[in-house]
């Protein structure tokens, strides 16, 4: 990739060369593209979607419904499999309760994993609850991959859904999730990815991975907050009550009674998010002309080479597996330093990372850890942003030696 080049499309970065931006796990950076269509909407395009037989809303909903195509392309999905949500965490929710709800029943096994964000533990949660239900989870090993030798033994005829993180927004670990997926389906389990982390950074084709529901958020990967997708089976979608309801998401309605759209529509309740979506779609479009296999490669060199540089620093311990199934990740801790006193630190040399759960408490009990620091990559960070990096944490050292 034309490093030089991306870097100029993306004004944040452009603009303050003093910063280094190491926390794209948690938000990405805008494209001047992608602002630009945010502002073209309401400049040019300002009406609602699907409701207005005037030349103003057809131009809108066009531009909406061109938005959706581009994510099936992303995704290697159909436009009908395609809703328009605000994040992951809303995605997850839809399918805990617009299918979990309704479909558990006392006694049924929802599986998960010891390193899922909230967003795919806390719906389940909820929804198992109200219907007694059981969570359990597939373990780690030590070196931060699943277990996958227990999945077998887990797999019984009780586990109705399988809802696994496909990268780990903490270790970074990409999980095998079409042999699981594979294994899952043939128990008779519904299988449920949140691809957050993933979709911003790996090839993804939702068919070849065999799952029935992946969700991603936008502002993960170069869009704007506020819009995010879930790809859902159509057939599994079409068997699905809504998760919301109210305008746009029905077919006829009655004082008593209603019948509903057919998805994805049936799950876009009211007015969605109509800006951020089209700017979502110019998103993913500017991923798939970079390539996402280009992208994927650039993170791991960034990593590769971060880890090596990660070494020269005293008293400082990197998290998760050290293979090819890594994303561009690094949680870690400096001796006894807080994770939150070092990412203060590392802000006034200029370094933005993240410090904390970062909501995954059950994974940081695993590792008998409160909180770690994390740094995470994109396709606009460069190995000149590593060293800078690295020379900070050897300057921190340097100056706390004596709490460390």
């Known amino acids: 990739m034309d490093l030089s080049r991306i870097r100029e499309d993306f004004p944040l970065i452009a603009g303050h060369p003093e910063l280094v931006y190491l926390d794209s796990a948690a938000t990405s950076q805008k494209p001047r593209r992608v602002l630009e269509a945010l502002d073209r909407y309401y400049r040019e395009l300002n009406a609602n979607v699907h409701r207005g037989a005037y030349r103003l809303s057809v131009a809108a909903t066009e531009a909406y419904e061109e938005a959706r195509r581009r994510l099936a392309r992303f995704l290697g999905a159909e436009e009908r499999e395609i809703v328009f949500v605000r994040n992951t965490t809303e995605a ?3 399918v805990a309760y617009a299918w979990g709800l309704r479909n558990l029943k006392e006694g049924d096994e929802i599986l998960v994993t010891e390193m899922e964000h909230h967003a795919g533990l806390v719906p389940w949660h909820l929804v198992a ?3 007694g239900a059981r969570i359990k989870a597939i373990p780690l090993t030590e070196e931060g ?3 996958l030798s227990a999945l077998d033994a887990l797999l019984t005829e009780r586990v109705k859904v399988v809802s696994l993180v496909h990268m780990s927004n903490v270790l970074g670990t990409i999980n095998p999730v ?8 043939a128990a008779g389990a519904l299988v449920v990815v949140d691809g957050a982390q993933s979709a911003p950074h790996l090839p993804v084709d939702v068919k070849a991975l065999g799952v ?5 958020s936008g502002h993960k990967m170069l869009g704007p907050t506020g819009a995010g997708v879930l790809f ?12 919301l309801g109210g305008g746009e998401m029905i077919r006829e309605v ?15 309740a009211g007015t969605p998010p109509i800006a951020e979506a089209i700017a979502l779609g110019e998103a993913a479009q500017y991923l798939m002309e970079v390539g996402m296999e280009r992208v994927y490669a650039h993170d791991r060199a960034l990593l590769d080479y971060a880890l090596k540089r990660l070494a020269e620093v005293p008293d400082l311990r990197v998290y998760g597996p050290m293979g090819p199934d890594r994303g561009g990740v690094i949680p870690f801790t400096l001796g006894r330093l807080h994770p939150h006193d070092l990412a203060t630190f590392l802000d006034g040399e200029g370094i933005a990372v993240r410090a904390g759960h970062h909501c995954a408490q059950p994974l940081h009990r695993k590792l008998g850890l409160a909180a770690t620091a994390r740094a995470s ?26 709490w460390l």
């Open 377 to 402: 990559f994109y396709l606009y960070n460069t190995f000149e942003e590593v060293d800078r990096f690295v020379e900070a944490l050897l300057r921190i050292h340097t100056r706390y030696r004596a």
């Open 145 to 147: 991959r699943l277990d």
């Open 212 to 216: 029935d529901f992946f969700a991603l």
């Open 92 to 94: 997850l929710n839809l």
């Open 178 to 185: 079409a042999e699981i997926a594979k294994k899952a389906k």
């Open 232 to 243: 859902g089976r159509y057939e599994v979608l079409e068997g699905m009550m809504p998760f």
């Open 254 to 268: 009655h004082v008593d009674r209603s019948t509903y759209a057919p998805p994805p529509g049936r799950f876009e």
């Open 129 to 131: 609850g109200l219907k």
